[in-house]
């Protein structure tokens, strides 16, 4: 099995040099092969170094609700910390040492500015770079902490939402920035779900835009630790990412250390029960299928066979 969405920080704690050292990331990897986890990503969000802000930075001014806008630029302000080159130093050096991870960044969606983030990116020897949605506008809708995106939730259309939503992730798959669909269903965290006919659409076009991309798409535990309290994606939702010939990778989420694997025997359970046999593992952006019931150890990089 593999977790391949693993931050090095958690939500609260600015980044600083005192994360890196390699003793922290054996702690991780001895965690995850305790649970049966053979290989590890290491996915920190790009909002968390200084240098996205200059290719991201202000994209909340152009949502007409500048109290939102205001809370995104609060969140930046407080997370955007970071060195992207001491990031991907410290993870190589980790790989250098034998410990069992990838590189990566999970890229959040910017809407008319992923060609500048493919462009930041391009330069770093990325292993795998997971896509998400984090803004609907300038609306944080998944951070809970928040009060006012939580109030948020009360004042829009359910339905519109998870368009919304759906609209987003198609945008984000359709620029191939990246090779891995987080958490797919994000927008169901509150618990909150639309329509019958509503999901049903959403479903089918998030399973299409995956399909059409050739991206993967990540079986998330992290929802069993939000309200909703269920996997991501939706049983229903991996069974059409399968139907659709849809790779998955399987994840955590975990940011810091205390959720490494977890809940990774029920992830396998679920994958298996939509039809799948392989997760995806990847090496310099190329992936390769991995039996399910063996994680990723002896994965040969020069052997990676599928572009996504």
């Known amino acids: 099995m593999l977790d391949y969405h693993v931050h090095l920080w958690p939500h609260e704690i600015r980044a600083d ?7 922290k990331l054996a702690r ?3 965690k995850a092969q305790a649970k049966g986890v053979e290989e590890i990503a290491l996915t920190e969000h790009l909002f968390r170094f200084t240098c996205a802000v200059d290719v ?3 994209f909340w001014r152009r949502d007409p609700n500048a109290l939102l806008g205001e809370q995104v630029a609060k969140y930046f302000k407080h997370h955007a910390t970071a060195d992207l080159d001491a990031y991907v130093e410290a993870v190589l050096a980790a790989k250098a040492a034998g410990l069992p991870v990838v590189l990566g960044l999970e890229v959040d969606y910017y809407p008319g500015l992923m060609p500048q983030v493919a462009k930041l990116l391009a330069g770093y020897p990325f292993d795998v770079l997971l896509g998400s949605i984090h803004w609907i506008g300038a609306w944080m809708f998944d951070d809970l902490s928040n009060d006012v995106g939580v109030a948020e939730w009360d004042k829009r259309d359910i339905d519109e939402v998870w368009r919304a939503y759906t609209e987003a992730l198609e945008e984000l798959a359709a620029t191939k920035t990246c090779d891995v669909l987080a958490h797919p269903d994000l927008v169901k965290l509150t618990g909150r779900r639309a329509s019958k006919g509503a999901i049903d659409e959403c479903y089918a076009r998030m399973a299409e835009a995956a399909a059409a991309s050739a991206m993967a798409a990540e079986l998330s535990s992290a929802g069993w630790r939000k309200p909703v309290d269920e996997a991501y994606p939706a049983f229903d939702l991996l069974e059409r990412f399968h139907a659709n010939g849809v790779a998955i990778t399987t994840a955590s989420d975990t940011h810091g250390s205390a959720d490494v694997a977890y809940r990774t025997d029920e992830l396998r359970v679920i994958a298996q029960g ?3 046999t392989n997760l995806r593992a990847f090496r ?6 991995v039996p399910i019931s063996s994680g990723a150890g002896g994965i040969d990089a020069s052997t ?3 572009r996504t």
């Open 17 to 23: 040099s005192t994360e890196y050292h390699l003793e």
């Open 28 to 30: 991780y990897c001895e």
């Open 56 to 58: 991201v930075g202000g």
């Open 274 to 276: 939509a039809g799948y």
């Open 284 to 289: 310099s952006r190329h992936g390769r299928e």
């Open 304 to 306: 990676d066979d599928s």
